[in-house]
């Protein structure tokens, strides 16, 4: 059982905390990117990793920034395929008219009325721990310098 028919399976709570997004976002991403596929293959050709497998890796990886080592560990899929599989498919929905993001002028022109929602993070600087007091003890007195004092 490959990771999309697992998330197929969960309820629309878990789903959504898996792959970030609702079951009818999944489904309009995962119809986008069947159109692209069968116009892609409707030559013939290798059919490669499944559409739906294809988003549920990228939106893995979207989601939870894994590494495609750990990645490849858990599907059984090599690090390269897994590249291929998220860049295509932030090729297809980025180029899609369904997924595209509108011009930040059009998006804020004065007057309109905007649905959406800022939320700012405030994170403080946090001081660099170094030691201050004793440092002679941690100290062996070697330098990492090599090369050699010339004098002229």
Not at 16 to 42: A, C, D, I, N, P
Request: charged share 35%.
């Amino acid at each position: 059982m490959n990771a999309y028919e697992k998330i197929e399976k969960l309820e629309d709570g878990g789903f959504k905390l898996t792959t970030g997004v609702t079951r009818k976002v999944f489904q309009e991403m995962l119809e986008v990117l069947r159109r692209k596929y069968t116009e892609e293959h409707s030559k013939g050709g290798r059919p490669g990793l499944p559409v739906g497998l294809r988003l549920t890796l990228a939106l893995e990886y979207w989601r939870e920034y894994r590494s495609f080592r750990h990645m490849e560990n858990d599907h059984q899929i090599s690090k390269s395929k897994i590249n291929e599989t998220v860049l295509w498919v932030e090729d297809t929905l980025g180029n899609s008219e369904e997924f595209k993001l509108k011009d930040l002028k059009e998006r804020f022109k004065p007057g309109l009325e905007n649905e959406i929602e800022a939320i700012l993070i405030d994170v403080e600087e946090q001081p660099i721990e170094r030691p201050k007091y004793n440092q002679k003890d941690a100290y062996s007195g070697k330098k990492n310098d090599t090369r050699q004092n010339i004098k002229s």
